[in-house]
């Protein structure tokens, strides 16, 4: 009972923070990239206009929007490093590292999701990145915004879910520009659990006509 309350406890505690941050660092890129957000727009209003508003079905049919989102998730992971515990004593492939059994292991998720080896060119917003082939081409380590195997995020589809809803309406609604404040480069903060900017966010944000 003590292990399933505190499952349910980090179900919400660690998903609000995480999507926000995650809608906002999307928001920002779209802003940026307005061909982008332009295309995923229509995609929002073509598949609520074939569905009659939203849906669970209506979401997943949203393939670019996913390949958005995904592509934040890459660049703007929610934890910038995993930690873990081996549970068995492992040499790793390919070297002659053996990780005994007990030991503390960081795996440098931003680093990563940011090697240029694994993804060309990772400073840039290129959604398409996730398309299925792009996916298949690469080793399933090298894309971890929710960890992977039996420690994997309880609420990965949840907030995958929760994210994709908030950008749909935001996106079907309004257009988000870069204005003044609005920096062309983010700082991160360092140290921090959550990732995060040293700066503000701030955006135009206008009706869309």
Request: glycine share 4%; net charge positive; with cysteine.
């Amino acid at each position: 009972m003590s292990e399933a309350a505190a499952q349910a406890f980090v179900f919400y505690l660690a998903g609000f923070e995480t999507t926000s941050s995650t809608v906002t660092f999307c928001l920002y890129e779209l802003a940026l990239n307005q061909d982008i957000q332009k295309k995923t727009q229509e995609e929002i209003d073509r598949v609520l206009k074939k569905h009659g508003g939203i849906s669970y079905n209506a979401i997943n049919e949203m393939t670019y929007l996913q390949m958005v989102v995904y592509e934040t998730l890459r660049k703007y992971p929610p934890l910038p490093i995993l930690n873990r515990i081996c549970t068995k004593d492992i040499k790793l492939p390919n070297s002659n590292v053996v990780i005994p059994e007990g030991i503390a292991v960081l795996i440098p998720l931003f680093g990563i999701h940011r090697d240029p080896n694994i993804y060309p060119e990772p400073e840039k917003f290129i959604p398409e990145r996730f398309t299925e082939e792009q996916i298949r081409s690469r080793h399933q380590y090298t894309y971890l915004p929710f960890g992977e195997g039996p420690r994997i995020c309880i609420g990965m589809r949840f907030a995958l879910m929760q994210t994709k809803v908030a950008l749909m309406y935001a996106l079907n609604k309004f257009e988000f520009l870069p204005g003044p404040k609005t920096p062309r480069k983010l700082e991160l903060t360092v140290g921090t659990v959550i990732l995060n900017t040293k700066c503000d966010m701030y955006l135009q944000i206008q009706q869309r006509s």
